[in-house]
């Protein structure tokens, strides 16, 4: 019998996370994974200045190769590079470069079976998706979504793709209970947006677990879409 085809999964980084750290911090999981899926990390195209952060270290900004400097997806302010998840932000600058950035990503790097997002990740996987599911061509409907830390994003063109409409297609969702950036209840409310959501909690805080209980869960889940 042939061995089973690796899923493919393009994983989105979370904000003021650059492409190495993000492929570290997803190292555990990958090896919980193994021969299962294939995950191809993408952190965001907009350099974010040197600042400590839930989701990443001070660094040497100018001096770091782009692969080590943090990056996001968007930020929530006309005039400074900052981003906060739980404010209504006074705009969401960067969105439409990096819609472009994960687009091209798709078309050059695909065909992916799945997304992950993490964190300002998440949020963006769940807008992709929801562009996709309402035509959008750049984005084809993946088969499933893993959404760590993920937050209902906030916005007025958010609002009318995610928060209005539900989203159809297999997704899990992970958070942990002592998430102090992406509190549970965010989590809780993206989940609500896909019908059948699977929930994977954790006792932790805000990184993507990959301890033996929820190693279990991720190939359960992943195992329904094995060829």
Known sequence: MAAQRPLRVLCLAGF?????????KTGALRKALRARAELVCLSGPHPVPDAPGPEGARSDFGSCPPEEQP?????SEQEADVFSALEE???????????GMVAQALSRLG?????????????LAAFICALG??????????RFIILV??????GLGFKESIL???????????????DKVIPSQESMQ??????????????????????????????????????
Do not use: M, N
Request: with cysteine; aromatic share 14%; proline share 9%.
């Open 149 to 154: 830390s993920g937050f209902c994003p906030r």
């Open 111 to 123: 065909p992916f079976d799945g997304l992950l997002g993490f964190s300002q990740g998440a949020a």
């Open 190 to 227: 993206l989940a609500s947006r896909f019908p059948g959501a699977i929930t994977l909690t954790h006792s932790g805080g805000h990184f993507i677990p990959a301890a033996a209980a929820q190693r279990q869960a991720y190939l359960k889940f992943l195992d329904q879409f094995a060829e």
């Open 164 to 178: 209005q409409r539900p989203l159809s297609l297999p997704s899990l969702h992970v958070f942990g209970d002592t």
């Open 16 to 24: 003021r996370q650059s492409e190495r750290g993000f492929r570290e």
């Open 133 to 142: 599911q309402a035509g959008d061509p750049r984005f084809p409907l993946p």
């Open 71 to 75: 990056r996001g997806w968007w930020f």
């Open 89 to 99: 932000p006074a705009v969401c600058r960067g969105l439409a470069e990096s819609l």
